[in-house]
DNA sequence: TAGTTGACCGGAA
DNA sequence: ATTCCGGCCAACT
């Protein structure tokens, strides 16, 4: 368990209902500007509830991809928290 | 140990 | 505006 990865998991796990953050965001809050992409390796591989990686998006606005074998799940998740587009 | 891959990003065409 | 290409980090083979 590296430092990286449990603020990455810290950051993740404290967004808010209603909010997200891009893997940038995570990445930077992190400590690890520049590992936007590591942090996405992360959240595949952790499969904790208790980390909403659903509320991780990308910068382009974009839903990105899940785990569980459902994007489209994710999207339907944020847009019922409240987030739109 | 080295090479390849991926829930990505930003700039260029 | 959309599509392509290179670069970066951690994990996997």
Same mark, same amino acid.
């Given at each position: 368990?590296?430092? $990286?990865?449990?603020?990455?998991?810290?950051?993740?796990? /404290?967004?808010?209902?209603?909010s997200? @953050?891009?893997?940038?965001?995570?990445?930077?809050?992190?400590?690890?500007?520049?590992? $936007?992409?590591?942090v /996405?390796?992360?959240?595949?591989?952790?499969?904790?509830?208790?980390?909403?990686?659903?509320?991780?998006i990308?910068?382009?606005?974009?839903?990105?991809?899940?785990?569980?074998?459902?994007?489209?799940?994710?999207?339907? @998740?944020?847009?019922?928290?409240? $987030?739109?587009?």
């Amino acid at each position: 368990m590296t430092e $990286f990865q449990q603020k990455v998991y810290e950051v993740v796990r /404290g967004i808010k209902k209603g909010s997200v @953050m891009t893997y940038k965001e995570v990445a930077i809050a992190a400590g690890h500007p520049n590992a $936007f992409r590591a942090v /996405g390796s992360l959240m595949k591989q952790n499969y904790d509830r208790e980390i909403p990686c659903h509320r991780v998006i990308r910068s382009d606005d974009k839903v990105g991809e899940y785990n569980r074998g459902g994007s489209e799940r994710k999207a339907e @998740m944020l847009r019922e928290e409240g $987030f739109r587009r």
